[in-house]
């Protein structure tokens, strides 16, 4: 019975993953409505602003009305959101669309996993979180190609949003359906004033930049291939708009290599290999202007990067256990760079060129580098990581 309450608590992961089709989106939209590279680039920042925002919020909306109610706001908001654009397509409404999206994709990846402990054993939590991240990268995977596919053999990339609002609409159906035992309170109350007291820890502030800099990168690589592909690699949009998915299958398959990995290994000595993988990949992109090996470089950096934000999540959590719930909404709430790093690269982009794109992801990554150095060697009380 309770392998039944985990599949729609599972199908819930890929529902999760339609915040990644924001890349592919983002091209469409920019051609459609002539936005410049400094506007485009504001299209994730409707989305992942709400991470920083609403996180916290949200955990505290769970503790009054229960975890799958919680899930089942997040997917009505998302209904909603992916519905819009057919009302009335115009910038004004992609804009608020995207902003809906990002609120029940906040709302969603804050109550989702701790949902997942309702239906399974503690010892089973781990790997079915894993299993759900690898869903919601299969859902980043295929995104690309069902939107390529509703523009070109159809003749309208806008269909993927009905597609995946009736997605949504079965997740959420399934989901209502489905008993589960709703989980005891939590008295313990989690603040803004609290949790951005614990970043004055060196350690937690560098994590939380982290979370920052290796989901701004995840969103930027989605943001940034199509439009390199297009002025670098001189290919057509519906051909350029299918690059991301050689990012997100690659992030599919390291994720699930490193859910194998990380059963034997320490984070700590994985994070800076992961990180140094990812650079390489990005630094080779600045070489290559054959489509092909752009997209090698792509897949390269991807599998580095498919396990930064789990590794780095689970250092902070692990560091200070006393302190789980409040550090858990400071990593969600650095999601927000999602929302961050994309308009500085179509700014830079403006100024230098398209290789202005990778520059601001080399930063990006050199961070993720030096952290993967600093987790492993930092000293907090007299303590190694």
Known sequence: MKGLKFLPILFGFFVMGFVDVVGTASAYVKNDFQLSDKVAGFLPSMIFLWFFVISIPTGMLTSRIGRKNTVLLSLSITVVAMFLPLVSYNKYVVFIAFALMGIGNTVIQAALPPLMSNVVSAKRLTSSLTLGQFVKALCAAVSPIIAATAALKMGNW????????????????????????????????????????????????????????????????????????????????????????????????????????????????????????????????????????????????????????????????????????????????????????????????????????????????????????????????????
């Open 158 to 385: 806008k269909l993927i949003f009905p597609f995946y609002g009736a997605v949504t609409l079965v997740s959420a159906l399934w989901l209502m359906l489905t008993p589960i035992e709703r989980e005891a309170k939590d008295h313990i109350d989690t603040t803004f004033t609290g949790c951005l007291a614990l970043l004055k820890n060196p350690y937690t502030l560098a994590m939380f930049t982290g979370i920052l800099f290796v989901v701004g990168v995840d969103v930027g690589m989605g943001f940034s291939i199509p439009p390199y592909l297009q002025r670098v690699c001189q290919l057509e949009l519906n051909q350029a708009a299918m690059g991301p998915t050689v990012y997100f299958v690659a992030k599919t398959i390291g994720s699930f290599l490193g859910a194998l990995i990380l059963t034997k290994l320490n984070p700590s000595k994985c994070l800076p290999v992961s990180a140094f993988i990812a650079l390489a990949g990005t630094v080779a992109m600045l070489f290559f202007k054959e489509a092909a090996l752009v997209l090698a470089c792509v897949f390269v950096a991807s599998l580095g990067l498919a396990n930064i934000f789990g590794m780095v999540f689970g250092l902070a959590m692990n560091r200070h256990p006393e302190h789980a719930n409040a550090i858990s909404g400071l990593m969600v709430m650095a999601i927000s760079g999602g929302a961050i790093i994309p308009p500085i690269m179509g700014a830079v982009q403006s100024a230098v060129g398209p290789s202005g794109l990778i520059y601001v992801l080399i930063v990006c990554i050199l961070y993720l580098t030096g952290l993967g150095l600093f987790a492993g060697r930092s000293t907090d009380d007299g303590k190694a990581v």
